[in-house]
């Protein structure tokens, strides 16, 4: 089936029963969309609606309210994720917030879109931690689609595309809604928050689209049997390990596509890593030059004619690609000498006793935040804080001098992630900032509907530890409700105390532990479960007032 672009889809595109999406098991046909994509943008017209910020957790919903946005003559604001914190530092960015498609009895007359003039806007953090605004238009975004249909869309045929990454990124919007929708490929409008539930969705030939963090916890996933192996499992933003691209062959099947690229390129890149220095080729269109000793320059179909994005991206250009050799913009300045924090977090991790590694400042101190290899934690036990630190700074000291090397040092069971698998710079300086936390270390997010689902690791100097037993450390039950409550305020909107509580504790919850926490609105409750692994450690409910 051939490409239609998303400024004609609903005009003039496929016949009124062609699938779109699927919504808890029923299909929304292409003829149901136009009508609710009809009926939003006579809504918007008539509240002369300039600007939309857009944030639903369904993604077909989504796409409806991006395509009447679009037909209104609006601007699409896109926040990167639907929190509430996100969303009220966003409040500014526009005249209007929708959480769904907004319904009317009229309905607005769906001429083809401009597509050079509909316009989009992302927001990032780039290299500096601020945030910055990026606009792109839909013709951007429709050549891009184009690009990825070249590559891949004869092997993929018509198969459904399930998803584990939010559509509200880039990446989730391109490859779970854009890309499907212009193919004629149904999409899940739900978005699936373990690997058992979309391993039991894939009905038939599928693909996945999921972030490296998600292919990372592949652990105690049986492999699936002979044909029933997705089609593809593309995966962006962050870092994949050589172990958890391979584990993902052998449990799922397939090896995963991964795609290089950011909210201002668009994919650029793509590799199927059968090796530890598997360069990263460039897809069709994109140009890759370097400058300076090796910073990345990209020309691409995905930019606006002419543009050339001058990355901070560290490459070594290969035969039609290049290796990547990492940030080259993450530069401090310690005791007056520039400190290139990619290059020595890089050091570090190489270290015999270092498992991961990530830096931060605290004011004007430089501080690193490491997870130990199995074996250090019994040298650490063993030597103390103090030798093992200092063993740690001789090994570095050959390559870094030692004025620039870290002052402060926290050992963590696991590093804190943001929803795609990257690292979270703000929780980073927190832990670095607090000697004894008083909040677990988030490694990943699922949000569903008025659910939430939260990875935690638990430091071993958090506060609620100390002194709770002498001898035994255990995580109080007082603490665990109080996370609960406090992770529902943030996650699920609670903005009241829990009236009573029903609990029931299993099993001690220990420091170093690594947890998921579910968290549930139901019937005037908040439930509650800390899970370790297949064991429940705790679980609840907490009676909201009326």
């Known amino acids: 089936m051939s490409l239609v672009p998303l400024a004609a889809l609903l005009p003039q595109g ?28 006579a809504v918007l ?11 639903t957790e369904d993604a077909a919903d989504f796409l409806a309210a991006l395509l009447a946005t679009l037909h209104a003559g609006a601007t699409a604001v896109m926040p990167p994720n ?26 607005a007359v769906l001429a083809p879109l401009d597509a050079e003039a509909c316009r989009l806007e992302f927001f990032t ?74 391993v039991a969705d894939l009905r038939g030939p599928g693909i996945a689209v999921v972030s490296p963090a998600h292919l990372a ?17 593309f995966t962006a933003g962050a870092p994949l390990a050589l172990e958890a691209a391979q584990s993902c062959r052998a449990v ?18 793509w590799r199927w890593q059968e090796a530890a220095d598997t360069p990263w080729q460039a897809l069709p269109g994109t140009e890759l030059t370097t400058r300076d000793g090796g910073l990345l320059d990209i020309r691409s179909p995905n930019l606006a004619p002419g543009e050339v994005v001058h990355s901070a991206d560290r490459v070594e250009l290969t035969a039609g690609g290049f290796r990547f050799a990492g940030r080259a913009d993450r530069i401090v300045k310690v005791e007056g000498k520039r400190v290139s924090l990619t290059a020595l977090e890089r050091d570090l991790a190489d270290l015999p006793e270092v498992a991961e590694a990530a830096l931060a400042m605290r004011g004007e101190t430089l501080g690193a935040l490491l997870v130990l290899a199995p074996e250090a934690r019994g040298t650490l036990a063993g030597e103390g804080r103090f030798r093992f630190e200092r063993r740690l700074r001789r090994a570095l000291a050959g390559t870094h001098e030692p004025s620039a090397l870290p002052r402060l040092w926290r050992f963590l069971p696991a590093l804190p992630l943001d929803p795609m698998g990257k690292r979270d710079r703000v929780a ?20 569903g509907d008025q659910a939430v689902e939260l990875d935690i690791a638990l430091p071993a100097s958090l506060h609620w530890f100390q002194g709770h037993f002498p001898g035994f450390a255990i995580l109080p039950g007082v603490v ?64 909201l007032p009326a």
Request: with cysteine.
């Open 252 to 269: 799922l099947g397939v090896l995963p596509t991964e795609i290089f690229g950011s909210t201002e390129t668009g994919a650029i890149a």
């Open 45 to 55: 017209r008539a509240r002369g609606a300039r600007r939309v910020l857009l944030a």
């Open 125 to 198: 953090s780039g290299s500096t931690g601020e945030r910055k605004r990026l606009g792109k238009t839909l013709a951007q975004l429709q050549r891009e689609v184009t690009t990825l249909e070249a590559m891949w869309g004869e092997r993929l045929g018509q198969a459904r595309v399930l998803g584990m990454v939010s559509h509200q990124h880039i990446f989730g919007l391109t490859f779970r809604l854009l890309w499907p929708a212009m193919a004629g490929r149904p999409f899940a409008a739900h978005n699936h928050f373990a690997w058992e539930s979309l």
């Open 82 to 107: 639907a929190q509430p914190g996100t969303l009220e530092a966003l409040a500014g960015e526009a005249d209007l917030l929708l959480a769904a498609p907004p319904e009317g009895e009229a309905e």
């Open 480 to 543: 665990q409700l109080h996370w609960a409550v406090l992770y529902g305020r943030r996650h699920l909107g609670l903005i009241a105390a829990a009236a009573s509580a029903q609990v029931k504790f299993r099993r001690p919850i220990r420091p170093d532990d690594q947890l998921t926490l579910a968290l549930a609105v139901q019937r005037g409750r908040l439930t509650f479960a800390y899970r370790r692994g297949a064991e429940t450690c705790s679980s609840g409910a907490l009676a």
């Open 217 to 233: 916890r592949l652990e105690g996933l049986a492999p699936l049997p002979a044909g029933r192996a997705p089609l593809a499992i």
């Open 14 to 41: 496929r016949p009124d029963d062609a699938v779109v999406a699927e919504r808890a098991g029923a299909p929304l046909t292409l003829e149901e969309l136009r009508h609710r994509v009809a009926r939003g943008a």
């Open 428 to 447: 980073l300086e927190a832990l670095l900032a607090e000697a004894a936390p008083r909040e677990p270390i988030l490694t990943a997010l699922r949000p």
